[in-house]
């Protein structure tokens, strides 16, 4: 019984010892993630809007009321020419075939999508992970934002296209209801 209890304590130990090194290494790395992540959307922003254009993450109050009717939210860019406002980049998730699916939309002021890029995925190579290629992106580009957006399925990875397009059509309901005034 002493055996069991003394095993038991040096377990708890070794586990908080554990926590304590997690919890400190995850304190000291997280700005630097968040940079990397911050990195990652701007070179997608700017593959969408042009180098040209500027990015500001939409007001904090804004995103936060966002997020609570659409938790699949991630981020959300106000695009600047200048001063003028010229659109919105929406980073959410949706499901996909084989898990999630990252996705940052573009839409233009005039309610047209601006572009769109699959930041991260779990496709089948060779089939659904063709969602990230151009030949497919630029199938959104242009398109009107006053109905639901379709394109034609990806050969064998039909999964995967209802995926995209969910995303891409919940960010387009959040750009019509609440962004585009």
Do not use: C, W
């Amino acid at each position: 019984m002493k055996e069991t209890i003394k095993l038991g304590v040096i377990l708890m130990i070794i586990t908080v010892v554990s926590a304590g090194v997690l919890a400190i290494s995850n304190n000291l790395t997280k700005d630097r993630i968040a940079e990397l992540e911050m990195a990652g959307s701007l070179e997608s922003l700017k593959e969408i809007f042009g180098d040209s254009a500027d990015f500001k993450p939409l007001d904090e109050g804004k995103l936060d009321e966002i997020k609570g009717s659409t938790p699949s939210v991630l981020e959300i860019f106000e695009v600047y020419d200048g001063d003028a406002l010229i659109g919105y980049a929406i980073k959410n998730v949706s499901k996909g075939f084989g898990g999630d699916l990252v996705l940052l939309t573009g839409f233009n002021i005039d309610g047209t999508v601006a572009g769109l890029d699959v930041l991260e995925h779990s496709e089948t190579p060779g089939l659904g992970a063709k969602a990230e290629e151009p030949e497919f992106r630029n199938k959104f580009v242009g398109k009107s934002t006053s109905e639901a957006i379709t394109v034609e399925a990806i050969s064998g990875a039909t999964v995967t296209t209802d995926g995209v397009l969910a995303g891409v059509n919940e960010a387009r309901e959040i750009f019509n209801n609440q962004l585009s005034n």
